[in-house]
Nanobody
Framework: QVQLVESGGGLVQAGDSLRLSCAAS????????MGWFRQAPGKAREFVAA????????YYSDSVKGRFTISRDNAKNTVYLQMDSLKPEDTAIYYC?????????????????WGQGTQVTVSS
């Protein structure tokens, strides 16, 4: 089992930055590729970014590439999502998740474990 807890969401203005954290625990965590997804009101949940736990390869959706940075701290079992140059369209609930299938990092169906989500609201 893997337990995931997100934090760091909030209300910011367009152009501001936020850093989300995802604290992980559980004995299978070391095998996870960690992903961030988001769900805006009335929309389907979508892939944002992912990072392999070994090797550190990162992947981003086109909508956030160049503005968001995913990273991890192995010692703290924590994954971060640094979000810069935020836009109102980034408003959503952000979820972190774990998949054991790194090659399916953008496929939310491959993720076995999910956090409860953290709200990010960007005002114009």
């Amino acid at each position: 089992q893997v337990q995931l807890v997100e934090s760091g969401g909030g209300l910011v203005q367009a152009g501001d930055s936020l850093r989300l954290s995802c604290a992980a625990s559980g004995r299978t965590f070391s095998g996870c590729t960690m992903g961030w997804f988001r769900q805006a009101p009335g929309k389907a949940r979508e892939f944002v970014a992912a990072i392999r736990w070994t090797g550190g390869m990162t992947y981003y959706s086109d909508s956030v590439k160049g503005r968001f940075t995913i990273s991890r701290d192995n010692a703290k079992n924590t994954v971060y999502l640094q979000m810069d140059s935020l836009k109102p369209e980034d408003t959503a609930i952000y979820y972190c998740a774990c998949t054991l299938y790194f090659f399916r990092y953008a496929d939310q169906g491959s993720y076995n474990y999910w956090g409860q989500g953290t709200q990010v609201t960007v005002s114009s």
